[in-house]
């Protein structure tokens, strides 16, 4: 449990995650069989549209609730097989920040109370838990003389940060963000992600961020894992699957983003085709093929794996997208 | 004491409102629903009463013409009859069902309700020989059944005999176990007591009057249903049980030209607030009840208000089988101790009350029968109370009571007798169904607040049954040698002179042993349009229903 | 632009709401005119007003909302105009499509029976017409098996599809003007690019006037020939779409365009962040409201609101007493 | 067919519950003070004669065994007779049933349909002196027990106005005219509580209806305000309303109680207050019994109905 960062320890490693829901209907596939790992220091993006299981995946390694098979690994701890106060102790390196900061905090409790709530689990003396507190906050913009206040009385943007502090407070290492600024508003989302990536630096943290916003998480994260029907179609880092996009699906992804700027890419010219099949009865094969625009035979009848296309980016599918040697803007059409 | 003022006297109420009160105080009075004036003077009348109903009812208005034919009635009665069993009906109370059996079945015989006197009906007579052992029941001739079938001995034997044939289950088959009847011919009955009774009369009025046609009860299995066969001025037409009943004339009817009205309706409304919006609306031709502020209820209405006095109380019983109250002190001691008209008020508070100086009726042969109860004396009793405890038996008792009236006055009780020292009082407050079981048939009581009134308009079997050892009314457990051998002196005196000075004895030894105490008078209510004529009452309230007639 | 009266001509649209705490003015003057076929993008961050400004013209502000100023529609002051004549005008020459299609749609009536109704109302169809009518504009906003599809109910329809009913259902009476109040902000990108195609295409066949409200920049970009920024109640800089994203002059605008992460800002880069939060528009003082919050603020900013003023033509125009130059500091 | 499939298979669900209130009303004999035997045979009663009638109707005998054969009595349609009439109980209720149910039924129709009429009028006027009046007329006429409304209603539209008998029932077989003459104030007296509580929730739903973006969108089309009410608002509101008729039954059924009384109605809760006030078990059992089931019944129909209303419950 004493190891370092030198010693290169794989901070979060999640291998075959499965997580099922029973419904009236049947059971729901959330999230299918799926391996990542979040390195050192680094932040690792999931993203997706929604019900690919990319939150399903951050709720289920912070155990909430546990999945329905695979093992997460943190700090090379299965956190499937532990309990009591180990799991409290690995809760406090593992931290959470959800997208809504107004439902996601207790609205009775005064915001200071919030913030410490880690520290009084960990047992950290009262005069030193009101100092971390303080610097928690200050760590994140708010004035600690608001600590009296409840987080009704704050903005969104506000109580994401009060939602930030909480999370710093107890000194994890590592945070999951899932979806952190999708109900703020522009000019807030800005000042909420740059305070994400200052905390993650002045802590070291790694981080798992979720999110469905393209550009976002470009600004923020360094590799990237795109997620379709509980699945990861492509996974690497993160210029090379928004340059190069391997995956139909990625392209597509890319192309529809509604983007302000400087084009890093020419459209795929890819279409996608019919609605996002159900969860309770995902294709056979590839999930994506009943809407891919290049599917085949074989896409139905055999289920790709990821594999490598470039150093560091994966792909699965049948039919990649890929031509390395041309240059980025110039690829062809398909 | 409480109450510096009380209201009028005169009009006394019961906490009609409830039908379950009304059930358990029509049960309770079965047996006080007769009276005679003794001997058999009365009981051989000559054919038709109505040339009598203005001494009977005392009202002003009646016969100033001849009785027209036509018209309907709507009479209001407070309790639903349920069934046309007379064997099944509770008693003979006017708030029950005796109202909707006496248009059907017609009477053998009608008692005054005022007098307690005995007149005919579809029998003739009821006469006994010197004795009065033997008694000779004589039928008209001519009355068939609705149905058709004879009106005979034969008929009225075997509905007796069904009464007193334990199977039955009948209320009345103590009544009708008390003699044994043997058809003569065809009109004529002879019924034999062992000890001389001149008031079994008064028995058949009340309780063994209504005859139900045998063919009807071998062949017709709704009989008791919803298509009874009397040979009652009138026959069933419509029944919707729990509302109303609508009666048209009997076809087979014996007495020529009767029933005046074309139809008779009688309706049921439980509700007291509901009877009296009924009667100050004028939605009801007739509304007999048994105790109520009806002078309220008519006012700026031209509804008629006739007073009927008739005999009875509200009582308490004391248990004279346990301690305390086996100890006759006690039971004076209670009685010096209390001021009754308190009670009395306590009970009905919206008319107010005073203590009865009588148990009968004015109009009743035993009206002056002498009846003093003691006044009220706090310091003698006192000193009984002192007396007991030093003897080691100190008055400590509770007190049986139900309803709203009930619990009022035995509360008053309680807090009357919390002036007095070395007498202690606990409440037993219970469910008026209950009271039936616990008192009077269990005994489980020290001292009982009998809801509601009960009406006495006869020494037998009314105040005889109050008083005998095992009378069915005899709550107190009252239990004297020296008191029946006088109840049978009373039964077996046929003058009306020598009943009175028998039953003066017996009042002298109730008034030593005061097995129960009345504390409040009753009365009977009357309200009806100025239209309807020929109301007689009888027994506690049913009317002639063949004598009723519309002058618009 | 022609100086024949617009299509849409709103001047001086103010709206106030009466709270317990005092009046609240959500709109405070806005001025805005669109040509038929023309698409103006209304950008602006939540309490920016223009959502409410997207309801006063359809009549569906708040019951105590207070409205003043023109909404000349067609040369028809919808303001004034009696309810039943204005009535005529809302569905039937304008249509609007909402922010979320699961809401949008009633749950409990059959979407055939919504898409028609409209025309049903204002087009005096019967009800056999009507239907008919709403199966041809289910088929031509791409739902599969319309014929079908019209007996079902919204929750039958994944969030694309319901959405676009919704667009069928503003679409019934072939309106001239058609407002999408954040039409796609629900909707995941890959969903929200064939919405905004569709409506799009559907626009230039029909020659359609459309107002695309969105908080969104980059939805706006593309597909509009004006864009209009708003900022607490006001319109505070409009522009030809380009010219805005190259050549803005306000410093909301600038502010809001660096604040953005886009597909070429490096890695781990520190964005622009707008600092502060959107003012509170019952207590706005005196100048522009977003000299608070502004970088570049200088004193005329809080002496009094900057009037509208034109960049370099009539087509550009902005309120800022010290706006960016960022083209002429290029040239 | 798939309704009364579903409320068929509510009713196997609630069969326990069935079974545990019959348990328990054969349990009343035990529980309730009295003795039936005596109550019925009046002051008089000997104990012989009370002997004979517990063990006629097997009062004597253990609950269990009174219980199995009260089971399977019931269970061929044989209740038992009357303690007090001697009829076969079910007789009894069958005569009264109907009575009950028509009021009942009105009651629940008069008062849904006022309910309904006042909370669409308040909604669009929302804020108004009407809006305003309504609110606390319902909550003026909740707080009013129906024994209170029903001596006020006799006093104006019986005494006073003379418009109606004060009490009294004439069957329908007698004439609907006479019928309705003599049901209209208890109807209304037992419809006045529940019309307060149907409106009050009914106009909190359409106020939160009338907030939802498709009521918006509805007059976005340029929609008559009537219009939108009626095909918009009414039927998305129409859910909490729904599961409070589902209650109100039972209220009513308890009101009937009362008012039947008060009125003279011949109905299944005049049988109940005469049957309990003469211990008449017999008729309490299987009273009681079938108000449960029709109470029941009456909640899996709702249960059911929702269905009908949104599309969004599935029948399963």
């Known amino acids: 449990m004493t190891m370092t960062k030198a010693e290169n320890r794989v901070p979060l490693r999640v291998v075959n995650l499965e997580c099922t829901f029973p419904t009236r209907g049947g059971t729901v596939q959330a999230v299918s069989g799926i391996s990542f790992e979040v390195r050192p220091g680094e932040v690792l993006a999931l993203v997706g549209e929604s019900g690919c299981g990319k939150s399903t995946t951050g709720k289920a390694i912070m155990q909430l609730p546990p999945p329905t098979s695979g093992s997460v690994e943190f700090e090379g701890t299965d956190l499937t097989s532990v309990t009591g106060s180990s799991l409290r102790d690995i809760r406090r390196r593992l931290q959470i920040i959800f997208q809504d900061p107004i439902s996601a905090l207790n609205p009775r409790r005064k915001i200071k109370d919030i913030i410490a709530e880690g520290l009084v689990i960990a047992g950290v003396p009262k005069e030193e838990r009101q100092k971390r507190v303080e610097v928690a906050m200050r760590q994140v913009g708010l004035d600690p003389a608001n600590g009296e206040r409840r987080p009704r009385e704050f903005s969104g943007g506000q109580c994401q940060r009060i939602a930030i502090a909480r999370a710093i407070v107890v000194n994890p290492t590592m945070l999951i963000c899932d979806e952190p600024v999708a109900s703020l508003d522009v000019s807030i989302q800005a000042q909420i992600l740059n305070l994400l990536e200052e905390t993650r630096r002045t802590y070291d943290l790694s981080m798992l961020f979720i999110s469905h916003d393209l550009a976002v998480v470009n600004s923020i994260s360094d590799r990237v894992a795109v997620m379709y029907l509980g699945r990861i179609v492509e996974i690497g880092d993160a210029d090379s699957v928004y340059r190069h996009a391997a995956h139909p699906y990625t392209n597509i992804l890319l192309d529809s983003a509604p983007t302000v700027g400087d084009v890093v890419r020419p459209p795929s010219g890819l279409e996608l085709k019919g609605e996002v099949p159900s969860p309770l009865n995902p294709p056979s094969g590839c999930r994506f093929r009943t809407r891919c625009p290049r599917a085949t035979a074989i896409c139905a009848e055999q289920e790709p794996v990821l594999q490598e296309v470039r150093t560091e980016h994966q792909v699965a599918c049948h039919h990649p997208v890929v031509d390395p040697d041309l240059p980025n803007n110039e690829r062809p059409h398909v | 004491m409480s109450s510096p003022t009380f209201g009028q006297p005169k009009i006394f109420s019961s906490p009609m409102g409830h039908r379950k009160y009304l059930a358990l105080l029509g049960a309770l009075t079965v047996p006080f629903a007769l009276a005679s004036c003794g001997g058999d003077a009365d009981g051989d009348d000559q054919g038709a009463e109505t040339d009598q109903d203005d001494s009977a009812n005392g009202e002003d208005d009646a016969s100033n013409g001849e009785p027209v034919s036509g018209g309907e009635v709507t009479q209001v009665i407070s309790v639903d009859t349920s069934t046309w069993d007379p064997a099944r009906l509770p008693n003979m109370n006017p708030t029950l069902s005796a109202s909707p059996f006496s248009a059907v079945y017609g009477q053998l015989l009608y008692s005054n309700v005022e007098s307690g006197e005995v007149e005919p009906g579809l029998a003739e007579s009821m006469t006994p020989n010197e004795d009065g052992t033997v008694w000779e029941l004589t039928l008209r001739d001519g009355v068939e059944f609705s149905d058709g079938t004879a009106f005979d001995a034969e008929a009225v034997k075997t509905n007796w005999d069904r009464l007193a044939d334990p199977e039955t289950s009948a209320v009345s088959a103590p009544a009708a176990q008390s003699f044994e009847s043997e058809v003569i011919d065809e009109l004529t009955l002879e019924l034999t007591t062992e000890e001389p009774d001149f008031f079994l009369d008064r028995v058949v009025a009340s309780q063994l009057t209504f005859i139900v046609s045998p063919t009807a009860m071998d062949e017709n299995p709704d009989v008791f249903t919803d298509d009874p066969v009397g040979a009652g001025p009138f026959v069933l037409s419509e029944a919707v049980s729990g509302s109303h009943y609508v009666y048209t004339p009997n076809e087979n009817y014996w007495d020529e030209g009767k029933p005046y009205l074309d139809q008779l309706t009688i309706q049921v409304i439980g509700d007291r607030q509901q009877q009296r919006d009924t009667v100050s609306s004028q939605n009801t031709d007739l509304f007999i009840a048994n105790a109520m502020g009806a002078e309220e209820w008519i006012a700026g209405t031209d509804m008629q208000l006739p007073s009927f006095d008739v005999g009875g109380s509200r009582s308490m019983f004391f248990n004279t089988a346990r301690a305390p109250f086996d100890d006759p002190r006690a039971r004076e001691a209670i009685a010096l101790a209390l001021d009754l008209e308190d009670i009395a008020y306590a009970n009905e508070p919206e008319e107010g009350s005073t203590s009865p100086d009588s148990l009968f009726a004015e109009d009743s042969p035993f009206y002056d029968v002498d009846f003093a109860l003691p006044s009220q004396d706090p310091d003698e009793a006192q000193r009984l109370f002192d007396e007991l405890a030093e003897e080691g038996s100190p008055v400590e008792f509770s007190i049986v009571a139900g309803g709203a009236g009930g619990t009022r006055s035995a509360e008053l009780i309680q807090s009357e007798l919390g002036a007095y020292e070395n007498v202690t009082v606990n409440l037993d407050i219970i469910p008026l169904p209950n009271f039936e079981e616990q008192v009077a048939f269990r005994g489980e009581f020290d001292l009982a607040i009998r809801p509601g009134s009960m009406f006495v308009n006869s020494p037998s079997p009314g105040i005889d049954q109050l008083l005998r050892t095992g009378g069915v009314n005899n709550i107190s457990n009252y239990s004297s040698d020296e008191m029946d051998e006088l109840l049978d002196a009373v039964r077996a005196e046929s003058e009306v002179e020598d009943q009175r000075d028998a039953l003066s004895e017996v009042f002298d030894l109730y008034l030593e042993e005061l097995p129960w105490l009345p504390f409040g008078n009753t009365e009977l209510v009357v309200t009806h349009i100025p239209e309807l004529e020929g109301i007689e009452l009888f027994e506690e309230g049913t009317a002639r229903y063949q004598e009723l007639y519309r002058t618009d | 632009m022609s100086e024949s009266s617009p299509l849409l001509d709103v001047r001086g649209l103010r709206c106030v709401i009466p709270t317990p705490r005092g009046e609240v003015q959500v709109l405070s003057g806005v001025d805005v005119s669109l040509e038929k076929g023309q698409t103006l993008g209304l950008v602006g961050e939540s309490g920016s007003g223009k959502s409410m400004f997207a309801r006063s013209i359809m009549g569906i502000s708040p019951p105590h909302a207070r409205l003043e100023g023109e909404i000349n529609f067609a040369g028809q002051d919808l303001l004034t105009l009696p309810k039943k004549a204005a009535r005529r005008v809302w569905g039937k020459r304008i249509g609007m499509v909402f922010q979320d299609p699961m809401t949008s749609l009633n749950p409990v009536v059959r979407i055939g029976r919504q898409v028609g109704e409209a025309a049903e109302k204002h087009l005096g169809l019967s009800r056999q017409q009507a239907r008919k009518r709403a199966i041809d504009l289910l088929e031509l906003v791409g739902i599969p098996e319309p014929a079908k599809r019209h007996r079902s109910y919204p929750h039958e329809f994944s969030g694309g599809m319901r959405q676009r009913v919704t667009i069928a259902m503003a679409l019934a009476c072939e309106p001239d003007l058609l407002i999408a109040d954040e039409a796609t902000t629900a909707l995941d990108v890959t969903v929200q690019r064939q919405i905004l195609d569709l409506v799009k295409s559907i626009q230039t066949d029909r020659q359609m006037a459309m107002i695309l409200v969105s908080h969104d920049l980059g939805v706006v970009s593309d597909r509009c020939d004006d864009v209009a920024v708003m900022y607490a109640g006001r319109i505070v800089e409009k522009s030809p779409t380009d010219r805005l994203f190259s050549d803005h002059r306000h410093r909301y605008t600038e502010a809001l365009l660096q604040a953005i992460p886009r597909f070429d800002t490096p890695k781990h880069s520190h964005l622009a962040a707008i600092e502060g939060k959107p003012p509170n528009l019952a207590a706005l003082s005196t100048g522009c409201p977003f000299a608070p919050r502004c970088a570049h603020e200088i004193d005329a900013c809080t002496e009094a609101m900057p009037p509208m003023r034109s960049a370099e033509d009539e087509l550009h125009w902005f309120a800022c007493a010290n706006p960016s130059r960022s083209k002429e500091l290029l040239s | ?316």
């Open chain 4, 1 to 316: 067919m798939v309704i009364l499939r579903a409320v068929a298979e509510k009713l196997l669900y609630l069969l326990p519950v069935l079974l545990l209130v019959t348990l328990a009303t054969t349990l009343l004999i035990d529980l309730l003070p009295g003795d039936p035997a005596v109550t019925v045979l009046g002051l008089g009663a000997t104990p012989e004669q009370v002997e004979r009638i517990n063990t006629e109707y097997g009062f004597d005998r253990p609950f269990y065994e009174r219980y199995v054969t009260w089971l399977f009595g019931a269970l061929t349609g044989d209740f038992g007779n009357s303690l007090v009439t001697s009829r076969p109980v079910l007789a009894e209720i069958t005569a009264r049933l109907p009575v009950t149910i028509q009021l009942t039924a009105m009651s629940l129709v008069l008062a849904v349909v006022f309910a309904i009429i006042l909370a669409l009028v308040a909604a669009v006027k929302e804020g108004s002196k009407f809006d305003r009046m309504m609110a606390a007329l319902a909550s003026a006429s909740m707080s009013v027990p129906p024994f209170v409304a029903a001596v006020v209603l006799v006093f104006i539209f019986a005494l006073v106005l003379g418009w109606s008998p004060v009490a009294g029932y004439s069957p329908l077989r007698d004439g609907l005219g006479r019928n309705l003459y003599y049901m209209a104030l208890p109807v209304i007296t037992m419809a006045m509580l529940e019309t307060g509580f149907f409106y009050r929730i009914l106009r909190g739903d359409l106020g939160t209806t009338l907030r939802e973006d498709y009521i918006l969108a509805a007059r976005s089309k340029g929609l008559g305000t009537g219009y939108i009410m009626l095909r918009h608002a009414l039927r998305p509101s129409l859910f909490s309303l729904m599961a409070m008729v589902g209650l109100s039954v039972g209220r009513l059924l308890g009101g009937s109680v009362i008012v039947e009384y008060f009125f003279s109605i011949p109905g299944l809760g005049q049988l109940l207050v005469n049957s309990v006030t003469t211990l008449d078990i017999p008729v309490i059992q299987a009273s009681v019994v079938l108000i449960a089931i029709f109470y029941v019944l009456i909640n899996s129909t709702v249960d059911v109905l929702y269905s009908v209303v949104d599309p969004r419950v599935k029948l399963r």
